[in-house]
């Protein structure tokens, strides 16, 4: 082969090589400097905006934490009322309103941010001086609101029970219509401010109910009474005649055994009760003859048995005595002024009490005399 034939060859297998070589790709077309540094800045721009607007809310929410941890505005102690219902934002307004925290916006997202919003409960709360606002929230969290007491006296009619319900500044709303005598338990109620005053009364009335119901159960079934309603009336009789609990079943004794001789009751309470009703004698008035005379239901001096229904409302002392009264021959007892009663089987021995129940009147009298 000649020296011509194998430079060809190589040329060809070189040309071939290039053929084969993929060519290079276009370049993109330059961008302007000027759209560069547009798209640099911008993305400059929101980085730094995006940084600032979290440093800020960074110092917001150290702030608030301050605010919200630290000691508040308070100087002296002070109270508030959250009525039912309120929701965060309207207690937050009521408190920062009364001075008790700085900042009803701060208090509120405080609130919301603990998870607390559905949680403040409502009632009467009292605040110390310098109270935070995480110290409110717990406060009002915790529902450890200021409790009131409303006391009802054993023996009081259902007229002079309303009267004291209705004249307590604690308690809201109107009063219910007048419930018939006896239903109500006398005993002391812890209230809250703004509770409602038919509320109250319904929780009597119910409190009442079931302890008639469950003293009923324990009776005695020789007490000569026909049903709860004749036991619930003997009680309130008794409840009125004394106020000594230790003597009650002794003084129950007394109207049971009567009303088994078939004996008249002759209680005072009842006749007073049919003259003057459920507002009762006033203080400054004698008992008359009149009094004793008066043709009424209640006057168990001129009826046989049981008046038509209680005169009064009896606690759990009356009516635990009534259910199981002493067992004695007793059909009489005076007082023997002390506070106490003397008990008599015999009217001649009845009437030598009453003779010294009234001397020893006479003596008072005539102490209080000589000591003016």
Known sequence: MSQDSGADSRRERRKAARD?????APLPPRRSRHARSQIVIFLNFCLS??????????????????????????????????????????????????????????????????????ELKPGEYAFTPGISMRGVMEKLRSGKSIVHSVTIPEGWTVQRIYDRIAASEVLSGEMPELLPEGTLRPDTYLVQR????????????????????????????????DDIGQFLTLASIVERETGVDSERPHVASVFVNRLRKGMRLQSDPTFLYGVYGGAGKPSDRPVTQS???????????????????????????????VANPLETDDVYFVADGTGGHVFAETLDEHNRNVQRYREYERQQRAAAEAAE
């Open 20 to 24: 084969l070589r993929p060519s290079p």
């Open 49 to 118: 905006m995006a940084l600032f607007l979290m440093l800020a809310a960074g110092a917001v929410i150290y702030w608030g934490a301050g605010q919200f941890e630290g000691p508040g505005p308070l100087r002296q102690e002070a109270t508030y009322v959250v009525p039912s219902g309120s929701g965060a934002q309207t207690i937050a307004a009521g408190l920062e309103r009364e001075g008790i925290i700085s900042d009803a916006q701060v208090f509120e997202y405080g609130v919301r941010f603990a998870g607390a919003g559905g």
């Open 194 to 225: 703004g509770d409602s005053r038919k509320g109250l009364v319904q929780r009597m009335k119910d409190a009442q109910d079931r302890l008639v119901a469950e003293i009923w159960e324990t009776r005695n079934p020789e007490v000569p009474v």
């Open 291 to 321: 009094d004793i005379d008066s043709d009424t239901p209640y006057n168990t001096y001129r009826i046989n048995g049981l008046p038509p229904g209680p005169i009064a409302n009896p606690g759990r002392a009356a009516l635990e005595a």
